[in-house]
């Protein structure tokens, strides 16, 4: 009785651990691969629920050999860890595929598969680093890429770069498309005004570009602003100078009149005086009658003047 029951014991304790191992941990999720600059990566998220003591492992497979090869940095990845797959995927013009899936000292889940991959079709192409200097009217830029070594395979498939040119005054902008160069000029502008330029690169291959930020300079050095408000200074003390002296000259010109035209109107007044009462003036040498020329002279002028 005691040997069946050790028997019935022992069957179902190893039935038991048996079935222990063929329980499936849950599948990674959201499985991923991001490029950027010919730097790849993939991310995943753990299935729910996934114990605290799971690890991750990753496996690449190339497209020509068809054959699924460990990825020794990925080996025992935990929670929250991406795989660099960089040194992976080595030829830029392949395809790839990545497979993930979670593990314990007892258990498995399943393999979690990837998109397909291609490094030089999928890869983001990041923001150039950007300097401008002044060259009086124009601008020199000078662009440079991170000197990674995925992006020495994509230099050679740069085409053309993008300009997009923003006068910081009153912010009119235009753009220029202009074959690939380190470095470029810009023609034709203000002199010692800033301007701010922000750059994109075009592929014949990648699509996915990032662009740079705004990179700002003056054309020339501005003008100093103490020199413009002391000309500006002088232009107002000129101009009240000028008005001040145009007053004076018409304010002149109105005493004069005024005291040229009294004497006169007293002098004619004295003699019509005198020819009212048939007299002639001390100061004038010869007679003056009352009918005479001279004093129909003197009351018209008189009417004139009053």
Same mark, same amino acid.
């Not at 000129?238 to 004497?263: D, E, I, M, N, Y």
């Given at each position: 009785m005691r040997l069946w029951r050790l028997l019935l014991q022992s069957h179902l304790g190893n039935a038991f651990w048996i079935e222990l191992l063929c329980v499936s941990l849950p599948a990674p999720s959201n499985v991923s691969i991001s490029s950027f600059n010919m730097e790849h990566t993939l991310s995943f998220l753990p299935g729910l629920p996934t114990p605290p003591d799971t690890h991750f492992t990753v496996q690449t497979l190339h497209f020509r050999k068809n054959t699924w090869r460990p990825v020794a940095a990925c080996l025992e990845l935990t929670a929250g860890q991406t795989c660099n797959l960089t040194r992976a995927f080595k030829d830029p013009l392949n395809q790839y595929w990545a497979r993930i899936r979670a593990f314990t000292p007892t258990q498995t889940s399943n393999w979690t598969v990837s998109e397909r991959f291609r490094p030089l079709f999928d890869t983001v192409l990041g923001p150039p680093d950007v300097s401008a200097s002044g060259c009086g009217n124009c601008l020199l830029l000078q662009i440079r890429f991170p000197s990674t070594t995925g992006l020495q395979h994509f230099k050679r498939f740069y085409r053309r770069v993008v300009l997009y040119v923003r006068r910081s005054r009153d912010d009119a902008q235009f753009s220029l498309s202009l074959p690939y160069k380190e470095e470029n000029i810009i023609s034709y502008l203000e002199t010692g005004v800033e301007y701010c330029v922000t750059v994109s690169v075009m592929s014949h291959i990648s699509p996915n570009r990032i662009s740079s930020k705004p990179?700002?300079?003056?054309?020339?050095? @501005?003008?100093?602003?103490?020199?413009?408000?002391?000309?500006?200074?002088?232009? &107002?003390?000129?101009?009240?100078? &000028?008005?001040?002296?145009?007053? $004076?000259?018409?304010? &002149? &010109?109105?005493?004069?009149?005024? $005291? $040229?035209?009294?004497?006169?109107?007293?002098?004619?007044?004295?003699? $019509?005086?005198?020819?009212?009462?048939?007299?002639?003036? @001390?100061?004038?040498?010869h007679e003056v009658s009352e009918g005479s020329a001279d004093c129909q002279q003197a009351a018209s002028a008189t009417t004139e003047l009053l």
């Open positions: 990179c700002c300079a003056f054309t020339s050095p @501005p003008r100093a602003r103490s020199s413009l408000h002391l000309v500006l200074s002088l232009l &107002g003390v000129f101009c009240a100078l &000028g008005f001040l002296l145009v007053g $004076l000259v018409v304010h &002149g &010109g109105q005493l004069s009149f005024k $005291l $040229l035209r009294t004497p006169r109107r007293r002098t004619l007044s004295y003699i $019509l005086l005198q020819c009212r009462h048939r007299g002639s003036a @001390p100061i004038v040498s």
